[in-house]
C-alpha cells in the first residue's frame, strides 16, 4: 500500500533538472577547487585547498552513490558511467566494488553475517566479535569509542586500498569491466599525484595528501555513521519484513535543506532505505507519508538530532566493548 501510494503521488519519478543542475554545480566547485591549488602554487595555503577539496570530494561520492541506486536517470546505462566518472575518475574510489557491497547492505541492514557494513573489522558491534578479539584487535574493541572519529581520518585511505584489491578478485564483474574501472583509477592516481609534485614540495605534498584525504574520509564517515550504528541489530534466524527490516534498522537525522546539502540526503535513511531508487529531492516530500504508514502499522520510527545519533553511535560502541573493560561490572 505504501509503495502504491509514493508511486502514485509521483516521488520515484527522475529529476533531471535537479541532478543535472546538481552536477553542474558541483563540477564547477570541484574545478574551482583544483584552479585555486594552481594558481596558489607552492605554498601552506595549500592546505587551506586541501579543506575545500575534502568537501567536494565527499560531495562527488554523494552523486556517485545516488547513480549506484539509479535515481539519476532511467537509463541503467547512464547511471553506471555517471557512478564510474564520479567514483572511480573524480575521488579515486571502485564503484564496480562499492555498488555490490553496497546493494548486500540494503537488502540486510544490521544482520550478523548478511551486512558487510557490521562485519568484524576495525570495530566491533557485536558481542560476539569482541569475544574473538585478541591482542591489539582486543585493545582498540576496548576504546573503540574512543577511537571511532579518529579511525574515520583513515577511512578514504582505506576505501582507496579496497577499491584496487576489488580489480584482483576474478568475481568481481567481467576483465573487461574490472579493465575500465582499472583505467579510471589508475587515471585519478596518475592526475592527483602528478598535481601534487608538480606543484608541491614533498613535505607540502605529504601534508595535503594527510589533510586532504583524512578529512574526507572523516567526513564521509561522519554522513554514513549515524544511518544504522547504535540501532537494532538482527541475526540470519530472525524472520522479519521488508517494511520492519529496514525501518526499524534505520535513523533519521533532523534538519532542514541544509543538513540534506551536507548529508547528500542520507539525513533520511529511513525513506532511503525503504526506496532506494527513490531521487534525492523526493526523500524530504515522502516522509511524511512514510512516518504516517509506520504509526498506522505500530512500527518504530527513529527520528534525531545530529548530536544526538552520534550519542547514540558512540555508547553503541562503548556498551559492545564493555566485556573487555575488567574494571567495570557487566
Request: one cysteine or more; a positive charge; aromatic letters at 10%.
Amino acid at each position: 500500500m505504501l509503495s502504491r501510494t509514493v508511486k502514485r503521488a509521483g516521488f520515484l519519478d527522475r529529476r533531471p533538472g535537479y541532478y543535472s543542475l546538481k552536477i553542474g554545480v558541483n563540477l564547477l566547485l570541484l574545478a574551482a577547487g583544483w584552479a585555486a591549488f594552481a594558481l596558489i602554487g607552492r605554498s601552506w595555503w595549500q592546505l587551506l585547498v586541501a579543506v575545500f577539496l575534502a568537501g567536494t570530494f565527499t560531495q562527488t561520492a554523494f552523486l556517485g552513490h545516488d547513480a549506484g541506486h539509479q535515481q539519476i536517470s532511467r537509463s541503467r546505462r547512464a547511471n553506471i558511467l555517471l557512478g564510474r566518472l564520479h567514483g572511480n575518475l573524480l575521488v579515486g574510489l571502485g564503484h564496480g566494488w562499492w555498488v555490490p557491497k553496497h546493494n548486500r547492505h540494503h537488502a540486510h541492514p544490521n544482520q550478523v553475517d548478511r551486512d558487510p557494513d557490521i562485519a568484524d573489522g576495525a570495530l566491533a558491534f557485536t558481542p560476539a566479535q569482541v569475544g574473538a578479539r585478541r591482542g591489539f584487535g582486543a585493545w582498540a574493541a576496548r576504546h573503540q569509542a574512543w577511537l571511532f572519529f579518529p579511525m574515520l581520518l583513515l577511512e578514504a585511505f582505506n576505501l582507496h586500498l579496497a577499491s584496487v584489491r576489488s580489480l584482483f578478485d576474478r568475481t568481481s564483474g567481467t576483465p573487461a569491466t574490472r579493465a575500465m574501472e582499472a583505467g579510471l583509477l589508475a587515471a585519478h592516481l596518475a592526475g592527483y599525484t602528478a598535481a601534487l609534485l608538480w606543484v608541491l614540495s614533498p613535505a607540502q605534498a605529504v601534508c595535503f595528501v594527510v589533510v586532504h584525504q583524512g578529512l574526507f574520509g572523516l567526513y564521509m564517515g561522519c554522513s554514513f555513521a549515524p544511518n544504522h550504528k547504535g540501532m537494532p541489530i538482527f541475526t540470519r534466524e530472525h524472520e522479519i519484513d521488508y517494511l520492519r527490516r529496514q525501518v526499524l534498522t534505520a535513523r533519521n537525522i533532523r534538519g532542514g535543506r541544509l543538513t540534506t546539502f551536507v548529508f547528500g540526503g542520507l539525513n533520511y535513511q529511513i525513506e532511503h532505505h525503504l526506496f532506494p531508487s527513490m531521487p534525492r529531492p523526493n526523500l524530504r516530500h515522502a516522509q511524511e507519508l512514510v512516518r504516517a504508514h509506520c504509526s498506522l502499522h505500530g512500527i518504530a520510527y527513529c527520528e534525531t538530532g545530529l548530536l544526538n545519533s552520534y550519542a547514540q553511535v558512540l555508547r553503541h560502541l562503548q556498551r559492545v566493548g564493555g566485556p573487555l573493560r575488567p574494571e567495570l561490572e557487566y
